[in-house]
Structures are given as C-alpha cells and as structure tokens.
C-alpha cells in the first residue's frame, strides 16, 4: 500500500509534468520573454554557484561577488554551495534555472561534468560568466581567470633575482594531477632558466594543504642540508614549510616562497608581511570582475570578451601592508 | 498484509506489534484508558512514518515555493523532473542499503564503490574500446563481487560489516584511482577509440520528454525490491536474522549465504548508481560518490528502517529518499543558506530517528 502512494506521488510528479506541458510547450517562448531587455532600470537576480564554500580562496572569491554586487542596486546575488561535488553542482545550477535567474556566475567543480548544464542555462539566452575553471566547449558567455604558468612563471623570475649566482631550491606542489599544480611547476621552471645555476633538488607533493606540506617539508629537510630557496605552490603549503624549518631551526637558512596571496588575515598577504614568507603572488579571485561583466552584459546593455585573463602581482615585504589595506577597502 | 513489518517476521521481543496493530490495541494492558483512536493513529504514523513526513514535506513545499507569473516554481516540470532525477542515484543506494540494515549491518563501501564503477566505466568505454552492454555487465558483476566479497568477509570472519565495509571503502577508492589513474576521465561521445558510443548518453535522456531515465532506473529497483521484499522466502530469512540472529540460526535459516547475498545486492546497486552517475555527469571519477553512503543512510533511516534490523520497508526507503530530495529542492529555491540547509537537514534526520525510537517504545 505504501509503495502504492509513493508511487502515486512519483506519479503526481509525472501527471504534473503532463498537466504543465501545454503552457510550457514553452521551455522556448518563456525563456525568450525571461530574458530580460537589458537596461539600467531592470532588476536582475543573479545565481552564483560555488564549486566549494569550505576553501578560502572560493569564499573570498563569494566575498568578492558580495562586495561588488553591493554597489549596483539592480543586482541580487544568491548562492550555492556544491560541496565538491559535481552532481549537487548540476542540480545547483538546475534550481537556479527554475528560479529563472537573470544571470549565471558559476565556478566549476570540474569542465566535464558541468558543461552541460552550463550549456542548458546558455541555450536559454542566459548570460553565463564562468570564473577560474574552464567548461569544455564555447557555449558560455565569458570566462574569467588567472593564468597559472604566468603566475609560475613569476615566481621562477623572483627566485632567479633572490640567487643571481644560483642555488638550491626544494618544491612543494599541489595535489598530483590537479591541473594548476602541473602549470605552476611549468611556469616555475621557465622562469629560473634565467640563472642556469639555479636547481630543483626535491619536489614532494602537499596536496594544497598546510598540514602535508609541513609534513613533506621536515621529510625534504631531512634529507636536503643546503637549501635556500622553498617553492610552494600555495601559501598554505609555504607556511607549512616554514614551520618545519623553525622546529629544525633552519627558518633563517631559506626564503620561503607561495602563490595564492589571499587578502585575508590567514592568507599569504599576511604571511609576507609579517616576514615568514618572503613572496607570494596573486591569484585572482575574479569576483569583482565577474560583476563588473555582469553589469556590462545587463545594465550596459554591451558585449565582453569570451576571455579575460587576470595579471598577478608580486607581494614582497615592500607592498604587503598596501596591497592587502587595497584589497579590503571595498 | 502490508509490507510493513515484513511478512512472518518472527518479531521475538515485540511480537503484537506491527502486523496486529490493525486489531483492538486493548489486550496490551497499558494505559487502560488509552483512547482507542488515539492508539491507532500513533501506529498509523509510526507505521507511515516516511509517507507522512513525505506528503508534509511536498505540502511545505508547495506553500513555501517560491512563484513568479502566477506559477508555482516548485511545480513546474522541469523542476520536478530534475528532483525524481537528482534523488535516483542516492535512491538507487539506499534500496540496497535496506536490505543491509534490514539484517543488522550497514555497507560504508557504496559511495566508494560509485567512484570505482563510474570511472571504470569510463575508462572501459573511453580507453579500452568496450561496448556499452559488456562495459556495464563487467562494472555491475565487478560491483556485485565486490559486495558479495565484504559479505562473505563479515559473516565466515564474524567482523562487523561496519568495519569490513569501513574497509572495502578504502579499497574501493585505491581501486578506482588505479584504474582511472587518479584523474577523471571524461566522456567523448563518438565512434571509434576515444569514444564513447553514444547509446551511453541515453543516462542523459528523458522518457516521453518528461521522465529521466535515472528516475526510471530508480523505479524500476524500488519496484523490484519492493517485490522480493513482500513475497520471497529470502525476504522472510532477512526479516528473521535482523530480528534476532541466534533465533534465526537455530530455525535453520541460512545465515551465512544470506549476508553474502545482501551486501552483493548492495554492491550491484552501488555499481549502477555509479554507472549512472558517470552517464548524468559525462565522466567517471575516483572521487565521485565521496559521502553518499551517509546520505543513503540517511534516507533509510527517514524511511523508518530501524538500524538495529528487522524492522524496516523499502517503501520507506524510497519516500525517505524523495523527502530528502524536495527537501534540498525546496531550501534552494528559497537560497536558504548553504549552512543553514545542513542544520535543517541534521534536524529531519534526528526527527526521523527520535520517532523511531518513540516507536519502539510505544511497542
């Protein structure tokens, strides 16, 4: 009987479907109405869904969204969260579409798995921003990132001006087979070509985490005496090896180098200035500029570039505290 | 008879229970003023825990949903479409969880075990150049095997199926990384090496336009098992062990062959939800699946299935699942809070499991 009336309610969601579909013959005509003129006098929900709200640089990137859409009254901005998985992330989107939001912001989990609901809001006419993750395929609006090998790049550039005469450097990188780790390891390597006396002695992977890179770093330490140069591809993971170096009490022995440079008082910014980290550059969190895209395609009624590739910026103890007051001040 | 209580339950320590509740409620010489009416009605809920709690979610739903035009979102096709869609996977899970809990023990493997069948399957449609039929017959006998294996650890080695599942969710997961080589493995739908044949893609179709056909599939097991729950002797042998094991020994059911059989059911709908899975998202993943095995749990627990055996539906299961499913439906419609959202869902959670124990209580 039970399995009778669910059923039943399996079959209510059917019959509703059933009963819906003449006026939603329609997924076509409605979204061409839902598409709203653009213009300066509309209001405009916008759906910001979120890979992964537990990480520092996607909630600061959710800040980032918050703070800018704040200073455009037309602007609503709602959130998801998908929790690192892809599936609750499709279904994200899917809620977004059904609330007939104006405008996707969205920073994929992953490029396969959300390219097709990604395609779907598109197909409906709406504009969709993507930002540091690509989808497969052109069917999205813009998308907005950084450049992890220029950023490596950078970083190789720095080390190359801290040992013009060559040294030892020991890497710690991010999860194996995570895209941005092979890129910041590439970038890094073209940018020490400068000094050819420049080596990588030891590479360990940290998996990104502050916890794995002190563990692989007094592993690395161990086994490396000479040492002065440590390249993190975070700055979690950088701090985690100067730890390991002051418990050795070898922290004045080597520069500790990282990228990610959070504007936030557990992030990088912080680190360099307070002097554990001797550098960090910047990885765009991209949320200002994904609402001042959206504010072009809605209320500007203008076009933007399919790609927007955001510059680093070096951070050395000269323009932490600047940088980071900047950041902050809205 | 309703499926309720499981047919010929042996039901030692609260036997008039359940199946008798239909008769006068007064031989029980409690509360000898207890209102006739009143007794039943509790039964009534406890019995229909997970429909009850699944109509007044739906209802909820209904009067929460947000509208626009006139229109109740919350109504719409596409958007009950993408629910019965969204659940199919977990629900698909937790219809093999039951059988495992119905006998006492829990599987932690299965979220896992998606991660090893959705990139297995990849990797044999993208990589190896198998057909669709002889990819998904080796991922779901891979997956059966698997669950058969953790049950025949548990019951010849008298290990707890949490630890022996605990550890097959380890394995499963180095498994599924060696296979995929630790990286997901995107589906190209084509002909030829390198491809996916597209007949795969029907994961991503919809019946009629309006039926996913992960929601399908997911009808199509409840329905079956469903079926085996109600009218087979091996549903009278489950009922019997989570009951009370040693009394279920001593009558001669076979104990042993009965756990292997379980936790194989429960590995093959593992292996399908994960087949699923990679079809939805268009790759297989070695980490896909992290956690489901808790959110399967928990639709079986909403669906009034006692984690301590021998009491329990895969009716329930199923209304647990879709209530789960409107549930997150309905909170993002509203853009409740993603945190606020997992305080409402522990909240369900602790309700369905202290109606539960209000119940055993009441027996």
Known sequence: ?????????????????????????????????????????????????????????????????????????????????????????????????????????????????????????????????????KVEGDA????????????GRAAGEHVAELLPDGGNVVEIRGLAGATPAAERAEGFREGIKAVPGIKITAQASGDWLREKGQQQAEALFQANDDIDVVYAHNDPMAEG???????????????????????????????????????????????????????KLLIDCATVPKEQILETQTITEENATDVYAKANAG | MSDVDGPGAPAPATAGSGASAGAAPGGRGRGLQMPKGRAQWLELLFRFQSLFGLLAVFIAAIVFSPARNGELLFLTTENLANIVRSVSEIGIIAVGMTFVILIGGIDLSVGALVGLAASGVAVLLMENDYGVVPAV???????????????????????????????????????????????????????????????????????????????????TVGAVAIFVLRRTTFSRHLYAIGGNERAARLSGVPIGRIKVAVFAISGFLAALAGIIHAGQLNQGSPNDGAGYELDAIAAVVIGGTSLFGGRGTVAGTLGGALLLGIL??????????????LLIKGLVIVAAAALLTLRSSND
Request: include cysteine.
């Open chain 1, 241 to 295: 090896a100067y730890l390991a170096a002051k418990s050795a009490g070898r922290e004045k022995d080597m520069k500790f180098i990282g990228i990610d440079a959070l504007p936030i008082p557990s992030g990088g910014i912080k680190a360099v200035e307070e002097g554990r980290l001797s550098a960090t550059f910047t990885y765009p969190t991209n949320g200002k500029e994904a609402i001042d895209a959206a504010k």
């Open chain 1, 140 to 151: 999205y609006t813009t998308f907005i990132g950084g450049d992890n090998v220029a950023i």
């Open chain 1, 1 to 133: 009987m039970l399995a009778v009336l669910t059923a039943c309610v399996l079959g209510a969601a059917v019959a509703a479907c059933g009963g819906d579909d003449e006026g939603g013959g329609g997924g076509e005509t409605k979204s061409s109405s839902q598409a709203k003129t653009c213009g300066a006098d509309g209001k405009y929900v916008i759906g910001m869904s979120q890979a992964n709200n537990a990480e520092p640089y996607r909630e600061r990137m959710n800040d980032d969204i918050k703070t800018a859409a704040a200073s455009v009254p037309q602007f609503e901005v709602k959130f998801a969260d998908a929790a690192q998985d892809n599936a609750k992330q499709v279904s994200d989107v899917e809620n977004f579409l059904t609330q007939q939001i104006d405008a996707l912001i969205i920073s994929p989990n992953e490029a396969a798995p959300l390219t097709g609901v990604v395609k779907k809001a598109f197909d409906l006419k709406i504009p969709v921003i993507v930002l540091d993750r």
């Open chain 2, 328 to 341: 997150n439906n309905i909170l993002a419609l509203n853009n409740v809070d993603a945190n606020v959202q």
């Open chain 2, 137 to 219: 017959a080796l991922v779901l006998l891979i997956g059966t095997a698997f669950g058969a294996l953790q049950g025949l650890i548990s019951s010849r080695l008298a290990v707890q199926s949490f630890i022996v599942t605990l550890a097959g969710l380890q394995v499963a997961r180095g498994l599924a990384r060696i296979w995929a080589e630790g990286q997901g493995v995107p589906l190209a739908y084509g002909s030829g090496k390198g491809h996916a044949p597209e007949s795969f893609s029907v994961l991503n179709e919809r019946l009629l336009g309006l039926l996913p056909v992960p929601a399908l599939i997911f009808i």
